[in-house]
């Protein structure tokens, strides 16, 4: 059985004791611990620690110097469960204290791999150019489980997948590439599938962009149709007369009524 003789504080940490100990023979140093354990064990001069008790008190001083260093990484960012088990067995920590300090960070909240999986997906959409599928797999690298990334990949909505894909499609056809149209539309599908859209998106913002594709094609033909049958009646016809000449021969090359309108609105404004 040895007595507590003499407890100090170190000098460069001032939250660790040094615990002195008499067991008869003179005072020796026995152990170090921190301030939370002292106060938890109501450790003072006189009080006796026999081996079972010193050996409880140096294993829970080593538990709570492997949590502090739990509390540190996370203390940059949010981390996934399997980041911090992976940093600790890094740092290693004792197998049976990874179980103890991970159950009570969990307990605490401060690992929680459903918040995380949320706010990872969050920021990526506002900082990235990946769609849902790339997201969820760089949840899953992280260690989040299936479930909770497809969970949380939901927030990211067909809405928000269809704008930012759309974007990327606009700058990649504008980037000055000598293919063509169509070559650049089978690329942008293999780009927007890499980045993990959803099929659905990619499908619909091609097409959308074929279509465009092809109405400009129309209006430029109409344009060019249009001027011509212009120089053709306006020497003969003015006003609503010219109107509907140009409207009937417009439609009869097979323009529809809507660019017809637009092209002759246009005309009448300027």
């Given amino acids: 059985m040895s007595v507590i003789s003499r407890i100090t504080t170190q000098k460069k940490h001032r939250n660790r004791y040094n615990i002195f100990l008499d067991d008869g023979h003179g005072e020796k140093y026995g152990f170090s611990v921190n301030e939370a354990v002292l106060i938890e064990y109501r450790l003072r001069k006189g009080l006796e ?4 008790a010193i050996s409880t008190l140096v294993k829970q001083d080593s538990l ?3 949590y502090t260093l739990a509390i540190s990484f996370l203390s940059y960012r949010m981390r996934t469960k399997k980041e911090t088990m992976d940093y600790l067995a890094k740092k290693e920590v004792d197998e049976v204290h990874i179980t103890n300090i991970m159950d009570r960070l969990q307990k605490e909240k401060l690992v929680d791999d459903e918040q995380f999986a949320d706010a990872f997906v969050k920021t990526r959409i506002q900082t990235s150019s990946k769609g849902p599928r790339l997201i969820q797999q ?5 260690g989040v489980s299936a479930a909770i990334a497809s969970s949380a990949a939901e927030q990211y909505t067909y809405g928000m997948q269809y704008e930012k894909a759309y974007k990327l499609a606009e700058k990649k056809l504008t980037s000055g590439s000598k293919k063509s149209f169509r070559q650049k539309l089978q690329q942008l599908q293999a780009s927007l599938m890499q980045k993990g859209f959803d099929h659905d998106v990619i499908k619909d913002v ?6 465009q594709k092809e109405n400009n094609a129309e209006w430029d033909a109409l ?3 249009g001027e011509k049958l212009l120089r053709k009646y306006q020497p003969k016809f003015s006003g609503f007369a010219l109107q509907n000449k140009m409207k009937e021969a417009l439609f009869r090359k097979g323009f ?3 660019l017809i309108n637009r092209f002759l609105d246009e005309y009448e404004n300027e």
């Fill in 206 to 211: 091609l097409t959308e962009i074929d279509n």
């Fill in 64 to 66: 709570h110097k492997s």
């Fill in 223 to 225: 344009i060019y149709n």
């Fill in 256 to 258: 529809s009524l809507e």
């Fill in 138 to 142: 760089e949840l899953l690298e992280k």
């Fill in 49 to 52: 620690l026999d081996d079972a």
